[in-house]
């Protein structure tokens, strides 16, 4: 009888102990359980990130793009304005020595240069309608190589005159607000 009773004795202090193992089971899994709900929920923060940065960078992307096409669109309408304003420039070109012979005609005595004078003023007229426009008064101002072009120097009559335009030998023009033709200059020196 002492062997049922150590025996009973034996089952029932292995009874808590199994109560406990699987009270230390169940606290297992349920750590195991948060423990993946954490991993989950790190996953899914890493996820979330790497989408956000994703779309951060698809954003700046289309910025850019979006800006390089918006400054594509205004470069070539501002090159198609040139065009336009430029268009007649090489006709022009061509009809500048038309006009350099009327002034020359009006230098000679003895012509009669009603007719001519009056044929002159239209045609300059048409000219500064279409954006020409004569570089006039150049005579005293300083030489400028971007609107001048130097034929020759000369000793200046005056010391104000040094280094500064003496005389006009050909008109220069500009046709909006660009050279067509430099103006032929002597320079005092």
Same mark, same amino acid.
């Given at each position: 009888?002492?062997?049922?009773? &150590?025996?009973?004795?034996?089952?029932?202090?292995?009874?808590?102990?199994?109560?406990? &193992?699987? @009270?230390?089971?169940?606290?297992?899994?349920?750590?195991? !359980?948060?423990?993946? @709900?954490?991993?989950?929920?790190?996953?899914?923060? %890493?996820?979330?990130?790497?989408?956000?940065?994703?779309? !951060?960078?698809?954003?700046?992307? *289309?910025?850019?793009? *979006?800006?390089?096409?918006?400054?594509?669109?205004?470069?070539?309408?501002?090159?198609?304005?040139?065009?336009? %304003?430029?268009?007649?420039? &090489?006709?022009?070109?061509?009809?500048?020595?038309?006009?350099?012979?009327?002034?020359?005609?009006?230098?000679?005595?003895? &012509?009669?240069?009603?007719?001519?004078?009056?044929?002159?003023?239209?045609?300059?007229?048409?000219?500064?309608?279409?954006?020409?426009?004569?570089?006039? %008064?150049?005579?005293?101002?300083?030489?400028?190589?971007? *609107?001048?072009?130097?034929?020759? !120097?000369?000793?200046?009559?005056?010391?104000?005159?040094?280094?500064?335009?003496?005389?006009?030998?050909?008109?220069? *023009?500009?046709?909006?607000?660009?050279?067509?033709?430099?103006?032929?200059?002597?320079?005092?020196?």
């Amino acid at each position: 009888m002492t062997d049922k009773v &150590n025996e009973e004795m034996d089952q029932g202090l292995d009874q808590p102990d199994t109560v406990e &193992n699987l @009270k230390n089971g169940e606290d297992l899994k349920k750590d195991s !359980q948060e423990e993946t @709900k954490d991993e989950e929920s790190v996953d899914m923060e %890493d996820a979330s990130d790497s989408l956000s940065k994703e779309n !951060q960078e698809l954003k700046d992307k *289309y910025v850019r793009l *979006y800006s390089e096409f918006e400054n594509f669109r205004r470069r070539t309408a501002k090159e198609k304005l040139e065009m336009i %304003d430029t268009a007649s420039k &090489n006709i022009i070109q061509e009809i500048l020595p038309v006009l350099d012979d009327f002034e020359r005609s009006f230098k000679i005595e003895g &012509n009669d240069q009603e007719g001519s004078r009056l044929i002159y003023s239209k045609l300059s007229k048409v000219l500064e309608s279409k954006g020409l426009k004569p570089m006039d %008064d150049l005579v005293g101002k300083a030489f400028d190589a971007e *609107y001048h072009e130097a034929i020759t !120097q000369i000793p200046a009559p005056s010391e104000d005159l040094k280094g500064k335009i003496v005389d006009v030998v050909e008109k220069g *023009y500009m046709l909006s607000d660009k050279v067509v033709r430099f103006a032929k200059v002597v320079i005092g020196n």
